[in-house]
């Protein structure tokens, strides 16, 4: 029975936005950048002490802190049956360099705002309630994203995750350890857990809901996608007494390999490819570039295309490489998935009984519920967002947005930790 349900309430009626809306702004301020984004990376001194500001806000609601050997960070309402597989809800507060204040950050928030108006309230779900927040989803620090949700799952194990350095060369494992010491108050458990369904509560990063004036996205599913990084080998040499003909550039292989990509996307609309990080050894005016290091994300709804167009990736490096030598590494690949139907219906059927315009919206960004989805039955809500923007200092919602997902999220992890 719903808290204050006998008296006609919903958990929804309980959420406090208010509180929601300083929270995200609070949240914010770790990490923030001069044009009013947030550069709060992955383990980074900003995200331990953006940590420990959940974990109070969880305690002061009676919440129960744990953290994982990869990090990931629980907030746990018990039930009243406590043996039963808990509810998740959650998302990353992880950002980009030049990320933005709702990107992950509103999906942590939510879920830990719905579980403080739980808690608040008289009655207590069947099943446990926990609010999560993953470790490293953006995979801007340490590549590929993802690992928190990936190691919980079983997707990816631990040991090679760890094994990873950022540009400076301080691995995971160094700063991991840094996060786990900073919270010695906080329990550990293993990694993964039996969970009885997952929801994720997101900003869109996409202009549909704004465009149409719809409040609710009830996703559908996410588009696949492959990540890769390449090393270009040449040699270094005088910029001024190499004759061109006699050169090894490093850059000018892989300009010419990154165009011949982009012509192999064909379709600039329909295929997502970006190569967003591009470093040249030893990056000096007067030397030919002996090395250069670029990723590319390749993302498309159509797992046959992806896996056609992933797949010849290596052969149009090779092909291009002129005097130099290249290595194409695939560092992650995760197909295009579509959410169960019932959870679908379930956020639907909550947006409805709210009142909020809906419709279903495929997610072109990744986001952890895509390996929830194969760990428990999973779904997602969106929100619109300021024109679409995302990735970027300029990210914004609106209180309202915020507001009408995270009473759509109450209610559904309600009727999933008390019903069904
Ligand atoms: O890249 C993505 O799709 C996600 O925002 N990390
Ligand atoms: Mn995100
Ligand atoms: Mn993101």
């Not at 204040?101 to 608040?120: H, I, M, P, Q, R």
């Not at 295929?271 to 570039?289: D, E, H, I, Q």
């Not at 990736?313 to 197909?335: F, L, M, Q, T, Y």
Request: aromatic residues 6%; contains cysteine; glycine residues 10%.
């Amino acid at each position: 029975m719903p808290p204050g349900k006998q008296h006609g309430m919903h958990p929804s009626d309980l959420i406090d936005v208010d509180r929601l809306w300083r929270r995200l702004m609070r949240l914010a301020e770790f990490g923030a950048t001069s044009a009013g984004g947030v550069n709060r990376q992955a383990l980074s001194p900003e995200e331990i002490a953006a940590r420990k500001v959940l974990a109070a806000w969880a305690r002061e609601a009676g919440l129960t802190v744990l953290n994982d050997p990869i990090g990931n960070l629980f907030f746990r309402l018990e039930g009243t049956d406590p043996a039963a597989a808990p509810v998740l809800s959650g998302s990353h507060i992880d950002s980009q360099p030049t990320g933005g204040k709702f990107d992950g950050t509103f999906g942590v928030l939510a879920a830990l705002e719905a579980l403080c108006a739980l808690a608040s309230s008289a009655g207590k779900p069947r099943r446990p309630v926990e609010a999560v927040a993953w470790t490293n989803e953006e995979g801007s620090r340490f590549a590929p994203g993802m690992m928190g949700s990936e190691a919980f799952t079983g997707k990816r194990a631990l040991d090679g995750m760890l094994a990873v350095e950022d540009v400076d060369g301080t691995s995971v494992r160094s700063a991991l350890a840094r996060v786990l010491a900073a919270e010695p108050d906080v329990s550990g458990r293993p990694l993964g857990f039996p969970v009885h369904a997952y929801v994720e509560a997101h900003i869109e990063q996409g202009p549909i809901l704004e465009r149409e004036e719809t409040s609710i996205g009830v996703v559908s599913g996410i588009q696949g996608s492959r990540r890769f990084r390449v090393t270009v080998s040449g040699e270094a040499a005088h910029a001024g007494t190499t004759p061109r003909r006699d050169r090894k550039d490093a850059v000018l292989a892989a300009v010419g390999m990154i165009d011949a990509l982009s012509g192999l996307a064909g379709d600039p609309e329909d295929v997502m490819f970006t190569v967003g990080l591009f470093r040249v050894k030893p990056n000096a005016p007067s030397v030919v570039p002996r090395e250069a290091y670029f990723s590319i994300d390749l993302r498309h709804p159509d797992n046959d295309v992806l896996g056609r167009l992933g797949d010849a990736i290596p052969d149009c490096c090779h092909s291009n490489k002129g005097a130099c030598a290249v290595a194409v590494e695939e560092i992650a690949h995760a197909p295009s998935l579509e959410f169960p139907g019932s959870l679908r219906e379930s956020i639907s059927t909550a947006a409805e009984r709210l009142g909020l315009s809906w419709r279903e919206i495929h997610s072109a960004a990744g986001h952890d519920a895509r390996q929830l989805h194969y760990h428990c039955d999973s779904g997602m809500i969106f929100i619109p967002c300021r024109d679409g923007i995302s990735h970027n200092e300029s990210e914004w919602t609106e209180p309202h947005h915020v507001a009408d997902g995270s009473r759509v999220l109450a209610d559904v992890l309600w009727e999933l930790a008390d019903g069904r």
